[in-house]
């Protein structure tokens, strides 16, 4: 029996102490530990579990959901590839493989001493910026080999993660055209003095009159939200900043907390304002973990500032202030109520609603969560008007609307039009030529082919969390697709059975198609499982698992029907192959220790 | 009454990885067997002397697949026949034979042959003769099209009467209650 | 008069809070489900008891009844759609129903026969799951569980031990129990426990009852599921 290693009792003693003893904070004291001693031990679980009073089945419940903590050994150094379309089309797997190479070791696996794990991870939020990959939760932009050859350098000679080159760690904003959001240089506070000066109830008359739509997906009306919660009763009502930005292709939830950190934190100050609310959160992905410090040193500033803490502005009883929790690599989390699950240190398992957040969210409390942008954009509401606001965009969509452009195109990076700008004319701005298809708002929203370019970003037509990812015509549709349905496989939470189960059988089929033993058979049961994920799946995550597939399928068919390469039904599997364990075992390889694909008759 | 002599229906069954189980209790449709027969004729079948599979309209196969020689069978009923049935467990959905697929090959190899005491003197067998075992069983549907199925382990007498005739008459099987089983 | 709503055009009445299911069940209306038990609060995770509303499909134990609704229920296109989640539950799992203590007393099973699934259709994902079989009492088999929590819920809300929890994400969630070593003679449960007698499939066995009541003369050997009013009252007899 070895001695129980002291760091681990310390970073545990550490992290609850940091999180005053409350089992609701179990998911940063997780990560924390995770971050101090490599992964969670045993003997670190014990600890938590005694310290907390929980179960040991909470914790390991929570550990074993997210993709970061790791309760089993994976190297002092944890390389994982970001892995979206974008990173493909930009040579990841190769790079990949040649970091395999060079550390002598297999995808996915801790090398034997300990060291160092090569894995793969659900896209990173640097398309503008790929291939790119996290090592221990640090993003690293713009990888090729030469910088492949140095990491592995690097980390044979064990040189600590601090001590690496900043090059490497380098974001960019890479804004590219600028509206009244990204353009609009406002001093910290002027909106919040501006909503003060308003008060709480002109303020949301202002937010309806505005016509501010969410920005994260749903579109719901900003105003009638903030409304709904601040009318629900309640011992006290939270604002939730939804930082989780895992739809892959998106980035501009990244770039407005590198550059506008203190619009999106007056965003939610005005939230809190409207809904008497003295706690925010935001949720910050843990991708995002290189921009804590920085966010943190925001919020003390404005503290300091007198515009987040006890008597905001100096108004008696405005008193509100916001913390920031990290996620651990579940893109089920960016959904509201995972969201929620785990803000309050749960598995990210999505509720059931009704009953919704407005009146039943954290802790079971009313609760407001918008989308980064959301916040952001309502503050120019508060300065300006929504009168103001609403004259911008189309009439349905009022504002303007951030787009995370990436792919193939000469100018990737973050683009603010007005509402109603047409695709084509995001592509021409983006330098975009020879292009066959845009997916626009992520895998889970629309692939528009070349004759709906003329299309507009707007919720009457087509709306969109953000991404915007261009393909040539030299992409392979299909690719895409599979790509995607991957993706989808392995973020489902596993709650529901039809997306649980389907979302593998989903993957399994796109996989032989694309290893040539497709028939028009699996075609059927792609439509089939199509079907059942829209209709019987849980949440959103299920309902729009098959969007890519069923898209693609519509408009670039050719691209299936090249994997279609059997006309009768094959195997999933090669059949031969399914032989070599016991030709290896035998050491037979005559004629009849092989199985042919197609037999003679 | 339709008076016209209809030409029989040939069928074909065969035992793949299964312990005939699904035949005899085949078998236990006793007296029905002779309706039975004025519908169908019976090529190849361990109930026949036919070696040779011909064309015919309906193949029953029961058992999963094992091994290599498991595979050609079964793709020469899918050539042969229009219609295959899988009948019981093992073809359905591996059964008994498949409860080893929690291991790998490797393993039990070398457990069967190599580490406990018996038969091959510690030499895993590599005469050509012997088909190769596949690295994982697989039920029927898994390498080929498979029409219809008749679950139970075995199905019943009743059972596999009731399906056939379903079949017979041109529809998908419905056993309903009592006879719809998996063990 | 109490309020009412129809499913598949016959009058339910409901209590106010009453979700669907638990009203048509307290009408006698079979509604297939697997994760629903009349004694726990509604979980909506195996989506069997999926019904269409105004041409809206959702989980109908966790949607409250409400007046003047019309839900259908047992319509051919919805117990194709549920027949096809009971084949997904069969093919994730390892379901060898003919060495099962469970069999003829399963939910699965019965629900499986009721929608006249003959085959669980999809490729089998033939996973590697453990058996425990430490505990002098239970033996676990992990091998046929369908992750719907009801053995999670009972251990923390009527045995306050928390004995049981899911643990990993997507297609590898997992059922863990409260112990260090992973095993279950290393918890607190007993035999006593509601834990232990709500699993609606054949993961909890009690050692002590092997083959008491012989195949043939099961609960759902006598009738079919649909055909009970209340079939977790007649398996809890068992
Ligand atoms: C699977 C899934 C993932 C989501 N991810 C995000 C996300 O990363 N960021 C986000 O703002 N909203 C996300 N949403 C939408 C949220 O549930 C919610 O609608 C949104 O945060 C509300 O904010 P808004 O009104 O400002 O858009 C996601 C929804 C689903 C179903
Ligand atoms: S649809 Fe998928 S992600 Fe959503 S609850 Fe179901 S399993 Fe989880
Ligand atoms: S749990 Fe039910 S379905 Fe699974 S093997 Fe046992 S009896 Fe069959
Ligand atoms: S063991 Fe049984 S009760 Fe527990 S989650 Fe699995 S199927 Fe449900
Ligand atoms: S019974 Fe409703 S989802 Fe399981």
């Known amino acids: 029996m070895s001695a129980i290693p002291d760091p681990v009792a310390a970073a545990v003693a550490a992290t609850v102490a940091r999180h005053r003893q409350d089992p609701h904070y179990i998911l940063q004291m997780l990560r924390e530990i995770q971050e101090a001693c490599d992964w969670i031990a045993p003997e670190a679980i014990d600890r938590l579990q005694q310290a907390l009073g929980l179960p040991r089945t909470k914790v390991e419940g929570v550990a074993g959901f997210y993709s970061f903590l790791y309760t089993k050994p994976r190297g002092r150094y944890r390389v994982l590839f970001s892995d979206n379309i974008t990173d493909r089309m930009l040579g990841n797997m190769e790079l990949l493989r040649r970091m395999c190479e060079q550390l002598w070791i297999e995808r996915g696996k801790t090398s034997e001493d300990g060291l160092v794990s090569v894995d793969t991870t659900s896209c990173t ?25 140095a990491i592995c350098e690097l980390i044979r000679a064990q040189v600590e993660l601090a001590a690496w080159p900043r090059e490497y760690f380098r974001v960019d904003d890479q804004v590219r055209r600028k509206d009244v959001l990204l353009g609009a240089a406002l001093a910290p506070g002027e909106a919040l003095a501006a909503g003060c000066a308003r008060g709480a109830e002109a303020l949301l008359a202002e937010l309806k009159l505005s016509k501010l739509r969410g920005r994260g997906g749903a579109g719901f009306s900003t105003g009638l939200k903030w409304e709904a919660c601040r009318n629900a009763a309640g011992s006290e009502h939270y604002v939730v900043c939804n930082a989780d930005e895992g739809e892959p292709g998106t980035f501009k939830d990244r770039v407005l907390l590198s550059a506008h950190a203190d619009l999106v934190f007056e965003g939610m100050s005005l939230c809190a304002l409207a809904l008497g609310a003295r706690r925010g959160m935001l949720y910050l992905r843990g991708e995002y973990r290189y921009m804590l410090d920085q966010l943190n040193a925001v919020l003390e500033r404005r503290r300091q500032a007198g515009l987040l803490g006890i008597g905001i502005l100096g108004r008696e009883g405005f008193d509100f202030d916001i913390e920031i929790h990290l996620g ?19 598995r990210g398992t999505p509720r059931n609603r009704p009953p919704f957040p407005v009146t039943h969210g954290y802790l079971d409390q009313p609760t407001v969560v918008n989308n980064v942008e959301t916040f952001a954009a309502s503050c120019l509401v508060a300065l300006r008007g929504g009168a103001w606001y609403a004259g911008i965009g189309t009439s349905a969509s009022a504002g303007t609307k951030i787009l995370s452009v990436s792919g193939d195109c000469a100018r990737p990076g973050l683009y603010e039009y007005p509402y109603g700008v047409s695709v084509s004319e995001v592509l021409a701005a983006c330098g975009a030529v020879d292009v066959q298809a845009v997916q626009v708002s992520g895998p889970s929203g629309v692939c528009l082919a070349a004759g709906e370019f003329g299309r507009r970003i707007a919720f009457e037509d087509i709306p969109t969390a953000g991404a915007f990812m261009v393909f040539d015509q030299r992409r392979d549709m299909f690719a895409v697709a599979r790509n995607f349905v991957h993706f989808f496989a392995h973020e489902s939470c596993g709650f529901c059975t039809p997306c649980r189960v389907g979302t593998s059988l989903l993957r399994n089929l796109m996989d032989k198609l694309n290893n040539g033993h497709g028939s028009p058979y699996d075609f059927a049961e792609i439509e089939k499982l199509n079907r059942i994920l829209q ?21 670039f068919r050719p691209a299936y029907e090249r994997r279609l390469q059997q006309k009768e039904f094959e195997p999933a599997f090669d059949l031969d192959w399914a032989l070599e364990p016991a030709r290896q075992m035998t050491g037979r390889d005559d004629a009849g220790a092989h199985i042919g694909s197609v037999e003679k008759s | 009454m339709d008076t016209v002599v209809k030409k029989k ?21 006793d007296e029905r067997l002779f309706d039975l027969l004025e519908l169908i004729a019976f090529d190849r079948t361990p109930l026949t002397d036919i070696k040779e599979l011909g064309e015919c309209d309906i193949g029953i196969i029961e058992g999963g697949l094992c091994n290599a020689e498991n595979v050609h069978v079964l793709r020469e009923f899918r050539r042969q026949c229009k219609l295959l049935i899988a009948i019981g467990a093992c073809a359905i959905n591996g059964g008994l034979p498949a409860q080893r697929n929690q291991l790998s090959l490797a393993l039990i190899l070398e457990e069967v042959y190599h580490t406990s005491v018996g038969l091959a003197n510690g030499l895993i067998p590599n005469d050509p003769e012997l088909p190769l075992p596949l690295a994982k069983v697989r039920p029927l549907h898994e390498v080929v099209r498979i029409d219809y199925f008749i679950p139970g382990c075995p199905p019943s007498a009743d059972a596999i009467w009731k399906a056939l005739n379903d079949i017979l008459a041109g529809h998908a099987p419905a056993l309903g209650h009592g006879l719809i089983h998996y063990d | 008069m109490s309020a ?22 307290a009408a006698g209306v079979y509604i297939p489900h697997l994760c629903h038990h009349p004694e726990f609060k509604p979980h909506g995770s195996c989506k069997l008891c999926t019904v269409r509303i105004s041409g809206r499909q959702s989980a109908s134990c966790t949607t409250l009844a409400q007046a003047g609704m019309a839900v259908e229920s047992d319509t051919p296109a919805l117990n194709d759609e549920r027949r096809t989640l009971t084949q997904m539950l069969f093919v994730e799992g390892n379901h060898f129903c003919p060495s099962c203590e469970k069999s003829g007393n399963c939910k699965l099973q019965a629900t499986a026969y009721d929608l006249g699934m003959m085959t669980a259709h999809f490729d089998h994902f033939f996973p590697s799951r453990p058996v425990d079989a430490s505990h002098p009492d239970v033996l676990l088999d992990f091998n046929r569980c369908i992750l719907c929590s009801l053995c999670v819920r009972a251990s923390r809300d009527v045995d306050g031990k928390n004995a049981f929890a899911l643990s990993g994400r997507g297609i590898k969630t997992h059922l863990i129990v409260n112990a260090k070593s992973g095993r279950l003679a290393d918890t607190d449960v007993t035999l006593q426990d509601k834990a232990v007698r709500v699993c609606p499939v054949g993961v909890f066995l009690r050692k002590d009852r092997g083959f008491n009541v012989p195949i043939g003369r099961r609960v759902f050997d006598l009738k079919p599921v ?13």
């Open chain 2, 9 to 29: 229906l040939k069928v074909a069954t065969t035992s793949l990885a299964g312990c005939f189980g699904c035949h005899m209790s085949f078998l236990d449709i």
């Open chain 3, 226 to 238: 649909s055909a009970y009013v209340d079939a977790t009252a007649a398996l809890a007899k068992e």
């Open chain 1, 328 to 346: 651990a690599g579940a893109y089920i989390c960016g959904e509201e109520s995972a969201l929620i699950e785990s803000l309050e240190g749960k």
């Open chain 3, 4 to 25: 009412s709503f129809t499913i598949d055009g016959k009058a339910v009445p409901f209590a106010e809070g009453q979700t669907i299911i638990q009203a048509a069940l």
């Open chain 1, 535 to 555: 209709a019987m799946s849980h949440c959103g995550l299920g309902h729009s698992a098959c969007n890519p597939v069923l898209d693609t399928i519509a408009k």
């Open chain 1, 125 to 149: 939020g640097m398309c503008d910026q790929g291939p790119a990959l996290l090592v221990n939760n640090y993003a690293i932009t713009r990888v090729d080999a030469p910088r492949v050859d």
